[in-house]
């Protein structure tokens, strides 16, 4: 595409990794930073509760990038399974004919530097397939 | 206090600032082919917004989930469909729970959409009530016009539907032929600026500070 900047991958984040609460902000890598370095897009997941509509409205989006030819993986907490929904996501993903994306868990309980490093490593690694990438991303 | 005081609600900690956030502007993805000016997160917006203390709430993006992550350039007008305003009145109901529950908690917010944009523009939106059929404008030939993209409008019509009050609001002007980003940059901030200025002069302290 002409000029376009896109980087063609995008991350399913929960609401507590971009809106950490001051004690979290002391324990976990600054999630969006690395993000935005490794030239990643977000889809934000709403806080832990019951939002039947907007997680489909999510999973309707992931499907369309899933489908033409984009990277969507999902970040979250170590012990903190809510913030993904992904009981509530899975099978809303799965219903829409969609592979699982990759999960990378952070850890609250190890140094934020270094988990911060982990999922810098995991962002640029990932990507798809070269074969996939020549089909749509012209 | 904000303009928020009069809603019934709990108020259980102390009121947030809150950004309501155009999907694109924390994930270029979602924009029309030729239309990403940035990898993934639009950073300056962001900066800016965590820099003086804002939460951020991402919205929804109507095109993509209607029109699909390929399809074609539009005015407003194209968009101004029974079908396509259905469709962002459904988006809008999925995440006006989450906007009623920060302004019934009194917190502070405000709306950063995409000015020039035919579904999420604030204060301008493309216009050409002549573009249809076979896609053959090689030129930039729309208009900008000041009003509102079909999506912020179905997404304020839901707000009011619900008795909230209007969400002060404005946007980054990405969507307007030739890209600024620095004077759209001026712009969000003296926008935030005066958000902050308008808070200290009725005596509040900003929320979230």
């Known amino acids: 595409m002409n000029g376009d900047a896109r980087g063609w991958r995008l991350a399913l ?15 976990l890598p600054d999630v969006l930073g690395v993000l935005e370095a490794n030239g990643y897009g977000v889809l934000q997941l709403p806080p832990p509760g019951r939002h039947g509509l907007l997680l489909a409205v999510i999973a309707d989006q992931v499907a369309e990038y899933a489908h033409h030819g984009y990277a969507v993986v999902a970040i979250g907490v170590h012990g903190e399974p809510g913030g993904l929904h992904w009981r509530r996501l899975a099978p809303l993903l799965r219903h829409r004919g969609l592979a699982l994306p990759p999960r990378h868990l952070i850890r609250p309980d190890v140094d934020a530097a270094s988990e911060g490093q982990k999922l810098a490593v995991f962002l640029s690694d990932y990507d798809l397939p070269p074969e996939e990438q020549h089909r749509w991303r012209v | 206090m ?7 609600g709990v ?15 924390m994930n270029q993805n979602a924009k029309v082919c030729e239309g990403a000016r940035y990898r993934g997160v639009v ?3 962001v900066e800016a917004l965590r820099s003086r203390g804002y939460q951020l709430q991402q919205l929804p993006c109507p095109e993509l989930a ?29 995440i006006a729970p989450l906007i009623e529950q920060h302004l019934r908690r009194g917190d502070d917010l405000i709306l950063i959409g995409l000015d020039g944009s035919p579904s999420t523009g604030v204060r301008f939106t493309s216009s050409k009530p002549e573009w249809g059929g076979r896609p053959n404008r090689p030129e930039d030939d729309w ?20 008795g909230l009050p209007p969400v002060p609001a404005t946007g980054w ?6 890209f600024d980003e620095a004077g759209s940059r001026r712009d969000l901030e003296e926008f935030l600026d005066s958000r902050e200025s308008a808070a200290i002069s009725h005596g509040d302290e900003p929320a979230g500070q």
């Open chain 2, 143 to 162: 208009e900008i016009v000041p009003r509102r993209g079909v999506w912020i409008e179905e997404l304020e019509a839901e707000l009011a539907r619900r």
């Open chain 2, 11 to 25: 108020a259980q900690d102390r009121p947030r600032k809150v950004a309501l956030v155009a999907n694109c502007l």
């Open chain 1, 13 to 27: 984040v929960p609401d507590a990794l971009i809106n950490p609460s001051d004690r979290d902000r002391a324990v």
């Open chain 2, 173 to 178: 002007a990405l969507d307007m032929g030739r």
């Open chain 2, 2 to 8: 904000t303009h928020t005081e009069s809603l019934p």
């Open chain 2, 43 to 45: 950073n300056p917006v």
């Open chain 2, 66 to 94: 209607f029109a699909g992550a390929r399809r074609w350039w539009a005015v407003y007008e194209q968009y101004d469909t029974p079908a396509y305003r259905a469709h962002c009145r459904r988006l809008a109901q999925a």
